[in-house]
């Protein structure tokens, strides 16, 4: 019992007896200096620093997450403040392989040698020595935004020198922009730079739209194919953030964020005069007319531009008339009746169409389209005073007169009225009236029905007439 008593109080000294010999200070105990940190994924740091030490330990608010023998790691980081330290770790390795051999007499208890091994017992055969620990490198870490963002709101229109010129909103201010252009099942890629030397006349930006020009020797020193005219493209863009070094915020170009990708945009390369105008203005701007104006370059080509009133059934194009053209880039259209026009402004040279503006929907409101509230009073004899409120824009009124029998059966029904008299009475804006006579004797005991319709007439620009709705009203006379 004695013996095997002694043997353990041995086994206790062996920790103590093969460390003894700790390393004097060297040049693994200097402060390990940080040289980077960034961002490389969401929620993950990584840290580079220089140093001679044999291990370090990393620290990330006051707890170990790591025991590395490399210069640089990965550390896992949520958003806000977070304190990184790292410690330079000397390791004084007692057996590699845990087992060594004990000579039992040299302490006096007899039994030759003995062979132990530390790892059977669960004794770890190392010793730690910290060094001098870094400073403490302090983050405000906010994940980068961009990897969730996506490319909206493309745009494609044509140059003067017919280049592609590619527009998108980008709140981000990325540092790359990767372009992809197919054509049937090619494909090619490009990367803008907003820092590149070549392209900083190929970017510009208005607040956060930016727009780049698909120049054709930019994109062949880039091995991409150059859009053509007549072509059918699509392109799509993501945006690339390079990671910022929380040690000098500068940038870290070798490390890079990618956005989602955009949606596609399909855009045809069509000459330049065959871009579609934009609408600046469309509006009613008086009775039965509605005044369009727009925004085009064609580059003294000499274009016309039409102006085409789009027929459509819930929605559905079924049709379009041409309402007229000009080398301007305004156009009145007059005598409209009421309702809802749907207009596009069509770019035209030498008989070949270019792209239709976006849809302009006008409501026409025309006060004389509706028809005239009649009044009728009879006065003495065989009189009868017409009073209605007459809107601007007629110029006549039109009153026929229907003369029915009141002692027919066919009056209950209104089918005995027979056209007796019609006649014009030329318009004033406002109240007007009227004083009718019935030249013929009537029955004093039945009377006679007399029924009045009116309506009004205006002449239009080519030589026509339009007509308001029609009103009635119907009186006895005795």
């Given at each position: 019992m004695k013996k095997?008593?002694?043997?353990?109080?041995?086994?206790?000294?062996?920790?103590?007896?093969?460390?003894?010999?700790?390393?004097?200070?060297?040049?693994w105990t200097k402060a390990p200096v940080i040289t980077k940190a960034y961002e490389q994924s969401v929620g993950k740091i990584y840290i580079e620093w220089e140093g001679n030490a044999p291990l370090y330990q990393?620290?990330?608010?006051?707890?170990?997450?790591?025991?590395?023998?490399?210069?640089?790691?990965?550390?896992?980081?949520?958003?806000?403040?977070?304190?990184i330290i790292v410690y330079p770790v000397y390791v004084t390795d007692i057996d590699s392989d845990t087992k060594f051999n004990i000579n039992l007499d040299a302490f006096g208890l007899g039994g030759g040698n003995i062979t132990l091994d530390l790892a059977t017992l669960g004794l770890d055969p190392k010793e730690f020595t910290p060094g001098n620990p870094s400073r403490t490198l302090e983050i405000d870490y906010k994940?980068?935004?961009?990897?969730?963002?996506?490319?909206?709101?493309?745009?494609?229109?044509?140059?003067s020198q017919n280049r592609v010129v590619l527009s998108f909103e980008d709140p981000y201010v990325a540092d790359e922009y990767l372009l992809t252009i197919k054509r049937g099942s090619n494909m090619s890629y490009v990367t803008f730079n907003t820092k590149g030397e070549a392209e900083k006349e190929l970017i510009s930006e208005n607040g956060s739209m930016v727009s780049l020009i698909l120049d054709p020797e930019f994109l062949r020193s880039h091995e991409c194919f150059v859009p053509e005219i007549d072509g059918e493209y699509r392109f799509t863009v993501q945006f690339r953030k390079y990671a910022t070094d929380f040690t000098t915020g500068e940038k870290e170009g070798s490390v890079v964020s990618d956005s989602k990708v955009s949606a596609e945009l399909v855009y045809r390369l069509a000459p330049l005069w065959k871009t579609a105008p934009v609408i600046t203005f469309a509006s009613q701007t008086a009775d039965g007319q509605l005044t369009v104006a727009w925004d085009h370059e064609d580059y003294g080509t000499g274009v016309e531009y039409a102006?085409?009133?789009?027929?459509?059934?819930?929605?559905?194009?079924?049709?379009?008339e041409r309402l007229g053209s000009t080398k301007g880039h305004e156009f009145v259209v007059r005598d409209l009746n009421n309702g809802g026009y749907c207009?596009?402004?069509?770019?035209?040279?030498?008989?070949?169409?270019?792209?239709?503006?976006?849809?302009?929907?006008?409501?026409?409101?025309?006060?004389?389209?509706?028809?005239?509230?009649?009044?009728?009073?009879?006065?003495?004899?065989?009189?009868?005073?017409?009073?209605?409120?007459a809107p601007g824009n007629i110029e006549k009124y039109h009153i026929t007169?229907?003369?029915?029998?009141?002692?027919?059966?066919?009056?209950?029904?209104?089918?005995?009225?027979?056209?007796?008299?019609?006649?014009?009475?030329?318009?004033?804006?406002?109240?007007?009236?009227?004083?009718y006579t019935y030249d013929e004797p009537t029955d004093p005991e039945n009377g006679i029905r007399l029924k009045f319709e009116i309506y009004g007439a205006r002449s239009t620009t080519s030589g026509g007439e339009q007509h308001s709705a029609v009103s009635g009203k119907t009186i006895i006379i005795k």
């Open positions: 095997i008593l002694c043997i353990l109080a041995v086994l206790l000294l062996v920790p103590a007896v093969f460390c003894a010999g700790a390393a004097e200070e060297e040049d990393v620290f990330v608010d006051g707890n170990k997450v790591a025991d590395t023998p490399f210069n640089h790691q990965i550390l896992n980081a949520g958003k806000g403040t977070h304190s994940p980068n935004q961009i990897m969730n963002a996506r490319p909206e709101r493309l745009s494609a229109v044509t140059d102006v085409m009133k789009i027929n459509k059934v819930l929605g559905i194009a079924t049709g379009e207009i596009n402004i069509v770019p035209t040279l030498k008989g070949e169409k270019g792209s239709y503006s976006a849809d302009a929907n006008i409501e026409i409101k025309n006060e004389w389209v509706l028809a005239p509230t009649l009044s009728c009073e009879q006065l003495n004899g065989n009189q009868v005073r017409l009073t209605w409120k007169v229907y003369r029915g029998d009141n002692a027919s059966l066919l009056r209950f029904v209104d089918l005995d009225f027979g056209k007796y008299a019609e006649f014009d009475v030329e318009a004033a804006e406002g109240d007007m009236e009227y004083i």
